[in-house]
């Protein structure tokens, strides 16, 4: 009897024990604690890593103006004239003529005499080779002056076995004093991911050539000069609340000279003068001396692929100091106007009528009706006193003309320490919109920093825009840095952290956004491509995975203790609404090896719903990578969910990040 009775007892406290170790996590679908900010989950866009030149700009002809520091990079002359590489009577010649164009002066002067079809001939590269696609139509456009005869122009795609995967000819129509522009389109019969560009020229004469373009039809929503669909594709597949541009430590340039400069890149495309790339040698390891800027997509392009995948547009603007990590130069203060002028004018640009100065700019170039901005960066990762005093005088002249433009201001390069408290305490005194924080860490750090922003204060009318993050899995600029699956599922626990604090952080955006596997400077980044494809990683599904999951309103999820789960038990998570589609979207990241099995326990829906989808991305190997040769090893699966009338069991997968969406 004694034995039974102890037995029992033993029993009771058993299951005492295992009902306060069980994993309960208890959402209130009615308790709404902020709102989420339609800004949240954007993108961040820079021209590095071949991201515009080479990438998302659809140009095919790398150096097509002749402008890059060597007049001729990109091409190589054939004829069957030279001897030892030397060409007989000088055939192509490089001119530079100042006078013809500030912007453009340089273009190549063809001699012919009496010239077959393959005896004289240029052949572009491309970027790092051309993705060619077989029974698309390309699209080849010239700029060409020439007095005398006619020279016939034989245009042809060579695969990089050699063959000849597409040609035409194309024969200039007008002879005159003055440039002329001519246009012909071909079909490729085979598809090539590193083709080459190759002009014979047949005639007897001269003509000069300039502008030499070669575009693909498929370009997004069939624009001409456009950009590429895939990669767009991508971009909208996101879903994103704003798009930062153009970036990044391009905005402040190397030094002052090569500073991102916005009207520089609108206008006629001729006109907008190209400028090395400040990426170009950044890093000794990954040196990319053909790396320069056409802004072919500049200022204008930016705002219509903002408006065309409804994002927010968010350009930021150099505040009058060059990079504080190369040149550092200063603008003088009493010297700031053009500066700040510059910003007023782009404000009139993307907001002003059609008969404003800058206005009129943008309706020529096809857009009568403002883009509608409304926020402005001046600054990226600029710091000190010198950059407080830069951002004030901003600030006064952009608050006096254009007070309901959010300014957002940077704390630097490392979201901690002097430099960061400085600039975020300074930037909050002076009541700046958003100030910019930056996170290129290890993945311990992303696990240990879901609570970041749990003692922020909610009230504050400056808000937080995380605008660079990325888990390092080695360390910041490392080329051995990996996409993989545990800096992907850092980020996901860090953005819990996030979501659950949308009252203080209303933007954020992994950075950078694009590389192509031939031309990158810096690793990881969220989307990689090639000449023909894009690949998705891990950490871009995980951003997807917010952002298109990212509702309306935050709603509480507790763990045991009532406490939201910021890594007890190695668990993450944070939960919204979506009061458009009526929806609860639970996001959990089990970061342990092993699955576990929890509970949760839904209170506060408005119907009894008895199915949910649950969309899940594992591995339980953290060193898994997507590739660009095969299917990505890292995607998104969904299934469906059975719920329970009270606690619904759910096993989280080890090393897992799963969505669970409930219609109520
Ligand atoms: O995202 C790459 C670079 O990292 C950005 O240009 C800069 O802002 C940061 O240091």
């Given at each position: 009897m004694k034995k039974n009775f102890l037995l029992l007892i033993a029993a009771l406290l058993t299951l005492q024990l295992l009902a306060q170790n069980k994993k309960i996590f208890t959402v209130?679908?009615?308790?709404?604690t902020s709102t989420v900010a339609p800004t949240m989950w954007g993108i961040f866009f820079e021209d590095i890593n071949m991201g515009a030149d080479g990438g998302i700009y659809a140009e095919l002809i790398k150096n097509r103006s002749f402008e890059?520091?060597?007049?001729?990079?990109g091409w190589t002359v054939t004829s069957t004239q030279s001897i030892q590489g030397f060409y007989l009577g000088s055939e192509i010649t490089v001119v530079n003529q100042p006078d013809k164009a500030l912007t453009n002066p340089r273009y190549i002067h063809v001699a012919l005499n009496q010239h077959q079809k393959g005896s004289l001939g240029v052949t572009n590269e491309g970027f790092r080779g051309m993705g060619i696609k077989k029974g698309l139509r390309y699209d080849f456009s010239i700029s060409y002056r020439q007095q005398t005869a006619q020279i016939k122009l034989h245009l042809e795609l060579i695969s990089e076995?050699?063959?000849?995967i597409a040609s035409t000819v194309f024969l200039p129509a007008k002879k005159g004093a003055g440039w002329q522009n001519g246009t012909t389109s071909f079909i490729a019969n085979e598809t090539d991911s590193k083709a080459k560009f190759r002009i014979w020229f047949e005639g007897d004469g001269s003509i000069d050539l300039d502008m030499i373009s070669l575009f693909p039809s498929d370009t997004w929503k069939g624009r001409k000069g456009g950009m590429r669909a895939d990669m767009v594709e991508a971009l909208a597949a996101m879903k994103p609340g704003f798009i930062r541009f153009p970036g990044g430590c391009i905005v402040e340039g190397h030094d002052l000279s090569t500073r991102y400069q916005w009207k520089k890149t609108v206008g006629p495309v001729e006109e907008r003068k190209l400028i090395i790339n400040r990426w170009n040698s950044e890093f000794a390891h990954r040196p990319a001396p053909d790396y320069f800027q056409t802004f072919g997509l500049g200022f204008y392009e930016y705002f219509q692929l903002a408006e065309d995948i409804g994002a927010a547009a968010l350009p930021i603007l150099n505040c009058g100091m060059s990079c504080q990590f190369n040149a550092a130069e200063t603008v003088p203060l009493e010297a700031l106007d053009n500066y700040i002028q510059d910003a007023l004018d782009l404000i009139e640009f993307a907001?002003?009528?059609?008969?404003?100065t800058w206005g009129k700019v943008r309706a020529q170039m096809g857009h009568p009706l403002p883009f509608n901005l409304t926020m402005l960066g001046v600054g990226n990762e600029n710091w000190g006193t010198q950059y407080i005093e830069r951002f004030q005088l901003f600030q006064a002249a952009l608050q006096k003309k254009y007070p309901a433009i959010k300014l957002v201001g940077s704390t630097g390069?490392?979201?901690?320490g002097d430099v960061f408290d400085y600039l975020n305490k300074s930037l909050r005194n002076m009541q700046v919109s958003f100030v910019d924080e930056h996170f290129y860490n290890r993945p311990e750090w992303f696990f240990a920093n879901a609570t970041r922003y749990d003692s922020y204060d909610r009230n504050s009318t400056t808000k937080v825009f995380a605008g660079e993050y990325a888990g390092q899995s080695d360390r910041m600029v490392s080329p051995e840095n990996k996409n993989n699956w545990l800096t992907a599922l850092s980020e996901a626990a860090f953005l819990t952290g996030i979501e659950r604090n949308a009252a203080v952080v209303n933007m954020a955006s992994y950075a950078p956004l694009f590389a192509h596997i031939d031309g990158w400077q810096w690793t990881p980044n969220l989307i990689w491509v090639d000449n023909l494809n894009v690949m998705p990683t891990p950490n871009y599904y995980v951003q997807q995975a917010f952002a298109t999951n990212k509702g309306t309103h935050v709603v509480p999820i507790t763990y045991k203790?009532?406490?939201?789960?910021?890594?007890?038990?190695s668990l993450y998570a944070s939960a919204v609404i979506d009061k458009i589609n009526n929806t609860l979207i639970i996001k959990l990241v089990n970061a342990a090896p092993q699955p576990q099995q929890i509970l949760l326990n839904v209170e506060g829906l408005k119907k009894k719903p008895t199915t949910a989808i649950s969309t899940v991305l594992q591995s339980s190997n953290l060193e898994t990578v997507n590739t660009i040769a095969a299917p990505p090893a890292l995607h998104p699966l969904t299934e469906t969910l059975a719920l329970q009338k009270n606690n619904t069991t759910v096993t989280l997968k080890p090393y897992s990040f799963t969505v669970i969406k409930i219609q109520q």
């Open positions: 209130k679908a009615n308790t709404i890059f520091t060597k007049a001729l990079m076995k050699g063959t000849v907001n002003g009528d059609s008969t404003s390069f490392m979201p901690m203790n009532n406490q939201p789960a910021t890594g007890q038990d």
